[in-house]
Structures are given as C-alpha cells and as structure tokens.
C-alpha cells in the first residue's frame, strides 16, 4: 500500500520560513518523479515543484528562488524550504509520486502565510 504523508505546514507571518516534509512508503522513492502541488480554497490544484529521479528540478514561477525542493531517497522523504513566504503562497501543500501510470498523493497540510 502505497502512502505519501506531508508534515510541516502551520501558520507563518509573511517573509517568514517553513519546511515541509513528505514521507513515503510502499514505493521505491528512487524511481518516482516526485512534486508539490498547491490548492487555494475554491481554485484548482497547480504545480508549485517537481524533482525527477535524475535530480532536475522545475519551479512554477510564482515560487523561483525563494522554494526549493529536495529527495532523501535513503530516507523515502521529499522536502519543500519555502523562504520569504507570502500570503498568495496560503494553500493546501500536497505530496505527489509519479511513474509512468502511476500516480499517488498524499492528504495535504495546510500553510497559512498570514500576520
């Protein structure tokens, strides 16, 4: 059985810093292009980042230079450092896995960029 389980989000003043974390299990994290996706409140989920298994990595522009994610494949743990955080950035973070056909997503945690 196939789980991503994100952790981290919370509440933050804007300019300020979270880290969030995504632990996966019953993949082999190595193989899988992994993402964070976003959802606003009554929009659709977009794209904030990907890393492929190679290690490339792409960004929406929204977040260039100030997110950046990252892959512990050792651990089965995927990361996303959000820096310089604004109220736009205020969403449901969702962890992704994708491979070929398959396609798994964790339940979210929610960020509140707010003072």
């Known amino acids: 059985q196939v789980q991503l389980v994100e952790s981290g989000g919370g509440l933050v003043q804007p300019g300020g810093s979270l880290r969030l974390s995504c632990a996966a299990s019953?993949?082999?994290?190595?193989?899988?292009?992994m993402g964070w996706y976003r959802q606003i409140r009554g929009k659709q989920r977009e794209l904030v980042t990907t890393?492929?298994?190679?290690?490339?990595?792409n960004y929406a522009d929204s977040v260039k230079g100030r997110f950046t994610i990252s892959r512990d494949n050792a651990k089965n743990m995927v990361y996303l450092q959000m820096n310089s955080l604004k109220p736009e950035d205020t969403a449901v973070y969702f962890c992704?896995?994708?491979?070929?056909?398959?396609?798994?997503w964790g339940q979210g945690t929610q960020v509140t960029v707010s003072s």
């Open positions: 019953g993949i082999i994290l190595s193989m899988y292009t």
């Open positions: 890393i492929t298994s190679g290690g490339s990595t």
């Open positions: 992704n896995a994708q491979r070929y056909t398959n396609d798994y």
